[in-house]
């Protein structure tokens, strides 16, 4: 789990509590490695396209191991069949346990039926960076959105899912919002359950 | 006694074959597992359709043969584990216990950041906690 780290000053060394650990990672060490992360893959590609996509698959595979994870550790007996299962879980198990916190909201999009969206006021990837103006419309949150597309297409609804910064009039920084696109199979089968 | 154990990925592609006894013809082994996968696409594509049996990882008892019986677990991410033993009188609690700690491990072998998913399990710390699993459903229930 990701946190603020805080540490307590004991005087005398034997009166710390034998705790059993902590069960968060400290955020500055979470953010230093992700900045690296974006570093590493900005110097091997020529394109944000690209970066972004190396980001997505960076998330792929976290999302991957933490399905499995879960699944074993929360969910007990259960596997997740239906849409918006899956969903429920992402926005709030697998954020859970990732951010600390479960999702600011879940929307089904307007337009079509097969899009959903995640939103979240601030990403905690996003923290502690800011997109340089010629870099146009790339967001870091691509990273999130790849472990959202390794969560849902190991448990069988392959999807294509993207991060946007949408404007919020009153907020100086933008909110972003996690786009999920469900493949035609996965609503068919939907609506074949009923 | 268990005599064969294998992890079969969510396109059937197998991920770990392990058999624990030298007795019987691996292949024969191999072969029981592979119809034992068309057994689950099966139960899995038709399910009863009665409530909580719907989304339960446990299979159960898949089919017996002469003188084995097949055992099926699937994860939420369509792997499956299969488990071959010639115990006759096996518990069903004991074969879940045996699949929880199993899956245990699997979740922990995968969680390996240099294993690719889709191709084989070949950590070897996986494959001694597996054999510890084994010989412990070995003495819990013949007790």
């Known amino acids: 789990m990701i946190g603020v780290g805080k540490i307590k000053q004991y005087s005398n060394v034997l009166d710390k509590p034998l705790g059993k650990g ?64 899956i969903l429920s879980f992402i926005h709030s198990t697998v954020w859970k346990v990732l951010f600390g916190k479960v999702a600011d909201s879940l929307e089904k999009g307007t337009e079509h039926e097969d899009e959903y969206m995640i939103s979240e006021k601030e990403l905690l990837v996003n923290r502690f960076i800011s997109i340089p103006k010629d870099m146009g419309a790339f967001n870091c949150g691509a990273f999130v ?22 404007p919020v009039d009153g907020q100086q920084r933008p909110r972003t919002t996690i786009l999920i696109k469900f493949a035609e199979e996965v609503l068919q089968r939907e609506a074949r359950l009923g | 006694m268990i005599v064969c154990l294998a992890v079969v990925g969510h396109q059937n592609n197998p991920l770990y074959i392990q058999s624990f006894t030298e007795a019987d013809d691996a292949l024969k082994l191999h072969h029981i597992v592979h119809c034992s996968l068309d057994v689950v696409d099966e139960r899995v594509n038709n399910p009863k359709k009665s409530g909580p049996t719907l989304n339960e990882t446990f299979l159960g008892l898949l089919y017996p043969t002469e003188n084995y019986k097949v055992y099926g677990y699937l994860t939420n991410t369509k792997v499956k584990f299969i488990l071959v033993t010639t115990d006759l009188d096996v518990r069903d609690t004991d074969v879940r216990n ?21 191709k084989k399990i070949t ?3 996986f494959a001694e906690r597996v054999s510890t699993i084994v010989k412990s459903f070995g003495l819990s229930s013949s007790s």
Do not use: W
Request: net charge neutral; glycine share 8%.
């Open chain 1, 22 to 85: 902590k069960q968060e990672v400290s955020l500055s060490a979470f953010a230093f490695l992700f900045s690296e992360l974006v570093q590493y893959n900005q110097t091997q590609v020529d394109n944000i396209a690209e970066l972004e996509r190396r980001l997505e698959d960076a998330g792929y595979a976290v999302g991957a191991r933490v399905l499995e994870l879960l699944c074993h550790r929360e969910k007990g007996n259960r596997r997740e069949t239906r849409l918006l299962g």
């Open chain 1, 145 to 166: 959105a790849g472990v959202v597309r390794g969560v849902l297409d190991n448990a069988g609804f392959p999807a294509v899912v993207t991060a946007h910064f949408v």
């Open chain 2, 98 to 118: 045996f699949y929880r700690r199993f899956h245990a491990a699997y979740v922990d072998a995968v969680s390996n950041p240099f294993h690719v998913p889709g």
């Open chain 2, 123 to 125: 950590s070897k710390s």
